[in-house]
Nanobody, 122 residues
Framework: QVQLVESGGGLVQPGSSLRLSCAAS????????MEWHRQAPGKRRELLAT???????NYVEFVKGRFTISRDSAKNTVYLQMIGLKPEDTAVYYC????????????????WGQGTQVTVSL
Protein backbone atom coordinates (compact mmCIF):
# COMPACT_ATOMS: atom_id res chain seq x y z
CA GLN A 1 0.00 0.00 0.00
CA VAL A 2 1.32 3.43 -0.99
CA GLN A 3 0.06 6.76 0.28
CA LEU A 4 0.78 10.33 -0.82
CA VAL A 5 0.03 13.03 1.73
CA GLU A 6 0.11 16.72 0.81
CA SER A 7 0.50 19.56 3.28
CA GLY A 8 1.24 23.27 3.37
CA GLY A 9 -1.89 24.75 1.87
CA GLY A 10 -3.84 27.57 3.43
CA LEU A 11 -5.39 31.01 3.08
CA VAL A 12 -2.95 33.71 2.01
CA GLN A 13 -3.09 37.21 0.62
CA PRO A 14 -2.16 38.08 -2.97
CA GLY A 15 1.59 38.37 -3.39
CA SER A 16 2.29 35.85 -0.64
CA SER A 17 4.35 32.68 -0.82
CA LEU A 18 3.56 29.10 0.13
CA ARG A 19 5.52 25.87 0.11
CA LEU A 20 3.58 22.68 -0.47
CA SER A 21 4.93 19.27 0.46
CA CYS A 22 3.92 15.79 -0.62
CA ALA A 23 5.36 12.74 1.08
CA ALA A 24 5.06 9.24 -0.30
CA SER A 25 5.08 6.33 2.12
CA UNK A 26 4.41 2.64 2.19
CA UNK A 27 5.86 -0.31 0.37
CA UNK A 28 7.92 1.72 -2.10
CA UNK A 29 10.58 0.28 -4.33
CA UNK A 30 11.31 3.23 -6.65
CA UNK A 31 9.79 6.68 -7.11
CA UNK A 32 10.05 7.89 -10.68
CA UNK A 33 8.50 11.16 -11.91
CA MET A 34 6.67 13.33 -9.41
CA GLU A 35 4.20 16.03 -10.41
CA TRP A 36 2.05 18.82 -9.06
CA HIS A 37 -1.43 19.45 -10.44
CA ARG A 38 -4.25 21.72 -9.38
CA GLN A 39 -7.99 21.93 -9.84
CA ALA A 40 -9.93 25.14 -9.43
CA PRO A 41 -13.70 25.12 -8.83
CA GLY A 42 -15.55 24.30 -12.03
CA LYS A 43 -12.35 23.65 -13.96
CA ARG A 44 -10.43 20.61 -15.08
CA ARG A 45 -7.40 19.39 -13.19
CA GLU A 46 -4.23 20.80 -14.77
CA LEU A 47 -0.58 19.84 -14.65
CA LEU A 48 1.76 22.47 -13.22
CA ALA A 49 5.22 20.96 -12.93
CA THR A 50 7.14 17.71 -13.24
CA UNK A 51 10.39 16.51 -11.72
CA UNK A 52 12.18 13.34 -12.75
CA UNK A 53 14.11 11.00 -10.49
CA UNK A 54 17.28 12.65 -11.81
CA UNK A 55 16.01 16.09 -10.81
CA UNK A 56 15.13 17.46 -14.23
CA UNK A 57 12.17 19.80 -14.11
CA ASN A 58 9.50 21.01 -16.49
CA TYR A 59 6.83 23.67 -15.98
CA VAL A 60 3.73 24.83 -17.75
CA GLU A 61 4.20 28.32 -19.13
CA PHE A 62 1.90 30.17 -16.74
CA VAL A 63 3.82 29.14 -13.59
CA LYS A 64 7.36 29.66 -14.88
CA GLY A 65 9.20 32.11 -12.70
CA ARG A 66 6.70 31.82 -9.84
CA PHE A 67 6.57 28.12 -8.96
CA THR A 68 9.54 25.85 -8.27
CA ILE A 69 9.31 22.07 -7.96
CA SER A 70 11.95 20.14 -6.06
CA ARG A 71 12.32 16.79 -4.38
CA ASP A 72 14.12 15.02 -1.58
CA SER A 73 14.54 11.51 -2.89
CA ALA A 74 15.79 10.20 0.45
CA LYS A 75 12.44 11.21 1.95
CA ASN A 76 10.31 10.38 -1.11
CA THR A 77 9.01 13.92 -0.88
CA VAL A 78 8.24 16.52 -3.52
CA TYR A 79 7.83 20.22 -2.88
CA LEU A 80 6.22 23.13 -4.68
CA GLN A 81 7.48 26.57 -3.73
CA MET A 82 5.05 29.23 -4.89
CA ILE A 83 5.73 32.97 -4.86
CA GLY A 84 3.72 35.94 -6.00
CA LEU A 85 0.45 34.12 -5.49
CA LYS A 86 -2.60 35.48 -7.26
CA PRO A 87 -6.31 34.98 -6.64
CA GLU A 88 -6.46 32.84 -9.79
CA ASP A 89 -4.05 30.40 -8.12
CA THR A 90 -6.86 29.43 -5.77
CA ALA A 91 -7.40 25.69 -6.18
CA VAL A 92 -6.91 22.29 -4.64
CA TYR A 93 -3.32 21.24 -5.28
CA TYR A 94 -2.53 17.57 -5.84
CA CYS A 95 0.69 15.64 -6.16
CA UNK A 96 1.09 12.61 -8.35
CA UNK A 97 3.92 10.09 -8.30
CA UNK A 98 4.94 7.23 -10.55
CA UNK A 99 5.93 4.51 -8.07
CA UNK A 100 6.94 0.89 -8.25
CA UNK A 101 6.25 -1.53 -5.43
CA UNK A 102 7.32 -5.09 -4.82
CA UNK A 103 4.49 -6.43 -2.67
CA UNK A 104 2.43 -8.36 -3.35
CA UNK A 105 4.27 -8.34 -6.68
CA UNK A 106 6.38 -6.03 -8.76
CA UNK A 107 4.05 -3.35 -9.99
CA UNK A 108 4.31 0.23 -11.20
CA UNK A 109 1.49 2.76 -11.27
CA UNK A 110 0.58 6.40 -10.66
CA UNK A 111 -0.59 7.43 -7.21
CA TRP A 112 -2.41 10.63 -6.23
CA GLY A 113 -2.55 12.50 -2.98
CA GLN A 114 -5.80 13.70 -1.42
CA GLY A 115 -5.11 17.36 -2.20
CA THR A 116 -4.44 20.49 -0.20
CA GLN A 117 -6.48 23.68 -0.53
CA VAL A 118 -4.76 26.92 -1.46
CA THR A 119 -6.87 30.06 -1.26
CA VAL A 120 -5.48 33.42 -2.32
CA SER A 121 -7.69 36.28 -1.20
CA LEU A 122 -7.63 39.62 0.55
Amino acid sequence: QVQLVESGGGLVQPGSSLRLSCAASGNIHTVFNMEWHRQAPGKRRELLATITSAGSTNYVEFVKGRFTISRDSAKNTVYLQMIGLKPEDTAVYYCKADISTTQPRLMRKNYWGQGTQVTVSL
